[in-house]
């Protein structure tokens, strides 16, 4: 036998033998994106969002239309001090491992893996 039928039959054994049937599935309505609300219940939102003036799938929805701080400014530009170097870390190249690992206490342990201890177990 020669070398291109050889690798001819190779690669035909391969192909053949990475296709494979499936049986076919049980699908429920969940699967299918299928509504489980009635038609009168998907109307009666819809009239509650135009009685609302608010309707979140619009898209000119704004969440923090009517949104209103409780928190002065004072104590904001506090906070944003107060945290200012741990958020530069989190922001950093590495993602803050760096900040991350040097505020962990170290764990001193004299075992290695793979190494026995001390009973001889």
């Not at 494979?20 to 009666?44: H, I, M, Y």
């Not at 928190?71 to 900040?99: C, F, H, P, W």
């Amino acid at each position: 036998m020669n070398f291109k039928t050889l690798s001819a039959l190779v690669i035909t054994a391969a192909a053949a033998g990475s296709a494979f049937a499936e049986s076919p599935g049980t699908w429920t309505n969940a699967d299918l994106g299928v509504s489980t609300k009635t038609r009168a219940e998907v109307q009666a939102e819809l009239a509650a969002y135009k009685k609302a003036g608010v309707n979140p799938w619009s898209i000119s929805y704004s969440m923090t239309r009517d949104f209103r701080s409780t928190a002065s400014r004072a104590d904001v530009t506090a906070q944003y001090l107060k945290n200012r170097d741990a958020v530069a870390a989190i922001n950093s190249e590495d993602g803050g491992a760096g900040s991350f690992a040097a505020s962990q206490p170290a764990v001193a342990s004299d075992t290695l893996a793979g190494q026995p201890t001390a009973s001889g177990n």
